[in-house]
């Protein structure tokens, strides 16, 4: 894989490219980029706003795009398992990222987000994340960094709670899953 580097390291004439690009550099997960590889991912981008009760996404629906909250916050939301209701189980604010698992393994979204207040957004299609990954572009190694950190911390609460689970009753017997869908790691492979 060879590592991906802009033609130009200036900021692009386009103040919506340039303010887009400043966007990303002030989040934590893409401060490291410089200004050539914050221009590049501005230009994948999408400004997206939603308004408070407004839905980003609903579990079930595929997924097409990761994104990158720049103000306002969302709840995350699952149906509750017998479908009548949706469980608040968690909640993103700026400079989040949100949507990122499903995009990486190419399968439907596991819950929904409804915005709680006014939210802007940076969407970025999953084909041009994949593409990112795929040129090594500093991005993509700051975006699966933050997943990794993301999810090292979720499997961290949920042993807190499956320990306490365990210590109240006998374990649930493991169900054997079906072999997984192709996923962005598919995706990329068959680009190289």
């Given at each position: 894989?060879?590592?991906?580097?802009?033609?130009?390291?200036?900021?692009?004439?386009?103040?919506?490219?340039?303010?887009?690009?400043?966007?990303?550099?002030?989040?934590?997960?893409?401060?490291?980029?410089?200004?050539?590889?914050?221009?590049?991912?501005a230009t994948l981008?999408?400004?997206?706003?939603?308004?408070?009760?407004?839905?980003?996404?609903?579990?079930?629906?595929?997924?097409?795009?990761l994104y990158l909250?720049?103000?306002g916050r969302l709840?995350?939301?699952?149906?509750?398992?017998?479908?009548?209701?949706?469980?608040?189980?968690?909640?993103?604010?700026?400079?989040?990222?949100?949507?990122?698992?499903?995009?990486?393994?190419?399968?439907?979204?596991?819950?929904?987000?409804?915005?709680?207040?006014?939210?802007?957004?940076?969407?970025?299609?999953?084909?041009?994340?994949?593409?990112?990954?795929?040129?090594?572009?500093?991005?993509?190694?700051?975006?699966?960094?933050?997943?990794?950190?993301?999810?090292?911390?979720?499997?961290?609460?949920?042993?807190?709670?499956?320990?306490?689970?365990?210590?109240?009753?006998?374990?649930?017997?493991?169900?054997?899953?079906?072999?997984?869908?192709?996923?962005?790691?598919?995706?990329?492979?068959?680009?190289?």
């Amino acid at each position: 894989m060879t590592s991906w580097s802009p033609p130009d390291l200036g900021w692009s004439e386009d103040p919506i490219i340039r303010r887009m690009a400043d966007e990303l550099r002030s989040t934590d997960i893409l401060n490291a980029l410089n200004a050539g590889e914050a221009q590049h991912v501005a230009t994948l981008c999408e400004r997206r706003f939603l308004r408070p009760g407004e839905g980003l996404f609903t579990e079930g629906d595929q997924a097409t795009h990761l994104y990158l909250v720049l103000r306002g916050r969302l709840n995350v939301l699952v149906r509750s398992p017998d479908g009548q209701a949706n469980v608040v189980v968690g909640e993103v604010g700026a400079h989040s990222l949100l949507g990122e698992m499903a995009v990486l393994e190419s399968v439907p979204r596991s819950a929904s987000a409804v915005a709680i207040d006014s939210v802007e957004l940076l969407q970025l299609p999953g084909e041009a994340f994949a593409q990112l990954v795929n040129a090594g572009h500093a991005a993509a190694f700051a975006i699966l960094h933050d997943l990794q950190q993301t999810l090292t911390a979720r499997m961290r609460s949920l042993d807190v709670r499956v320990d306490a689970v365990f210590e109240q009753s006998e374990p649930p017997p493991i169900q054997p899953t079906a072999d997984p869908e192709p996923t962005l790691w598919h995706l990329i492979a068959q680009q190289s």
